[in-house]
């Protein structure tokens, strides 16, 4: 099935340092989600977007749904221990079924 | 509290055995999913239904059945006819088949002996 490109695919960083990480689609889409997901658990949905250029924030998380629809950013800024896990993200457009999840970046943090 | 419940969290199975994994939601939604992931995979679609009553075929459904009889339940059945069956099981829902927030259970890990 179809995947979304997710970069970078892997972050090892020092706690208290900032984390970038994008999602690219070849097809628009009118939601993007941000999702983490920690070993044996069922993803956790971070943060929702519906419009186009909407920036939308929960707690330390930042997420920016793109201007051509076709991407989507999410940063996390002072980064701890427990922020470690893999993210991904994931797009969909009305009238269809389907969601489309991006390959995962697996963020490591070092205290 | 609102939310999706998967179970059983572990399941051993042994070949040519049929197993049941369950999925409640009592969030009120519409559509429900069920993924399978695998280790550097992501997930991968088996079936979703849009409705009570209604079901379809996802992107890997062979091997697999689902019932749809209540709002709240999409029971996943992992038939003996599944080649590959040992994976992690994750069900879903959202208020509209592709529409809105998508939620997942905690996950059901199915492992075959």
């Known amino acids: 099935g179809q995947q979304l490109n997710q970069s970078p695919q892997s972050m090892f960083i020092q706690e208290g340092e900032d984390v970038s990480m994008n999602c690219t689609s070849s097809s628009i889409f009118n939601t993007w989600l941000w999702y983490k997901q920690e070993p044996g658990e069922g993803p956790v949905l971070l943060i929702a977007?519906?419009?186009?250029?909407e920036l939308t924030s929960n707690g330390r998380l930042t997420a920016q749904f793109g201007i051509t629809r076709k991407d989507s950013f999410l940063n996390i800024s002072a980064s701890i221990p427990s922020d470690v896990g893999i993210y991904f993200c994931?797009?969909?457009?009305?009238?269809?079924?389907?969601?489309?999840f991006g390959t995962g970046t697996r963020l490591k943090v070092l205290a | 509290d609102g939310g999706i419940t998967q179970s059983p969290k572990y399941l051993f199975r042994k070949e040519g055995q049929n197993v049941t994994l369950s999925c409640e939601q009592n969030?009120?939604?519409?559509?429900m999913y069920w993924y399978r992931q695998d280790p550097g995979q992501g997930l991968r679609l088996i079936y979703y239904?849009?409705?009570?009553?209604?079901?379809q075929k996802g992107d890997i459904a062979e091997g697999y059945s689902v019932s749809r009889e209540k709002k709240e339940s999409f029971p996943l059945t992992v038939t003996s006819a599944q080649k590959n069956p040992t994976a992690f099981y994750l069900c879903?829902?959202?208020?509209?088949?592709?529409?809105?927030?998508?939620?997942f259970g905690e996950g059901s890990r199915l492992t075959v002996l």
């Open positions: 239904s849009q409705i009570v009553n209604d079901f």
């Open positions: 977007l519906y419009k186009a250029g």
């Open positions: 969030l009120n939604h519409d559509a």
């Open positions: 994931a797009g969909s457009t009305s009238g269809t079924y389907k969601y489309i």
């Open positions: 879903a829902s959202s208020i509209g088949a592709g529409t809105g927030e998508l939620f």
